[in-house]
T-cell receptor, first 114, second 111 residues
């Protein structure tokens, strides 16, 4: 256990559905991240939050909408997704927003868009 | 692209052998980290090496960094079947608060 939990672990949704991914960290960290991991591609950073404020949006399509109500919780709201959005979505946290801190990853949500 | 690129993409060895994975990157970095990922799971941090360090050890892991060649290597000594996983390097840039990950090396250790 890394101290970062993600729910659900698996999600199958149609292209017209709306769903949300949840991430919670119990480490007292200030920074949280969403990553997308597709087969045989580098891990893609999607969003970065620091003290609940979004500091990075890595040109992510608007069908992905993040929300960070507090430093411990991070959501990724999904709507009208495409089949190519099927991937493993990983949440991570770090003590602070500095590349010198290690990131702690959750187990991921395996998303399949049909 | 700044992304670290691991080499080889896949590596298969026998238990007890050493495994060496390499990472190359393109621009100056502040630090470099190695992570491990078991199939379909999250990444786990293994070791961080700063740009002013040349070598670092942690248990059976040995990491080297050559900033002149913009490359790093991860050596796992006396490998075990439980070491089977994908290994990623992540480069941290000075003044940039994010990492760039590569596509990973998939290591298979046969018992």
């Amino acid at each position: 256990e890394t101290g970062v939990t993600q729910t659900p672990r698996h999600l199958v949704m149609g292209m017209t559905n709306k769903k949300s991914l949840k991430c919670e960290q119990h480490l007292g960290h200030n920074a949280m991240y969403w990553y997308k991991q597709s087969a045989k591609k580098p891990l893609e950073l999607m969003f970065v939050y620091n003290f609940k404020e979004q500091t990075e949006n890595n040109s992510v399509p608007s069908r992905f909408s993040p929300e960070c109500p507090n430093s411990s919780h991070l959501f990724l709201h999904l709507h009208t997704l495409q089949p190519e959005d099927s991937a493993l979505y990983l949440c991570a946290s770090s003590q602070d927003l500095d590349s010198g801190y290690e990131q702690y990853f959750g187990p991921g949500t395996r998303l399949t868009v049909t | 692209s700044q992304q670290g690129e691991e080499d080889p993409q896949a590596l298969s060895i026998q238990e007890g052998e050493n495994a060496t994975m390499n990472c190359s990157y393109k621009t100056s970095i502040n630090n470099l980290q190695w992570y491990r990922q078991n199939s379909g799971r999250g990444l786990v941090h293994l070791i961080l090496i700063r740009s002013n360090e040349r070598e670092k050890h942690s248990g059976r892991l040995r990491v080297t960094l050559d900033t002149s060649k913009k490359s790093s290597s991860l050596l796992i000594t006396a490998s075990r079947a439980a070491d089977t996983a994908s290994y990623f390097c992540a480069t941290g840039l000075y003044n940039f608060n994010k990492f760039y990950f590569g596509s990973g090396t998939k290591l298979n250790v046969k018992p």
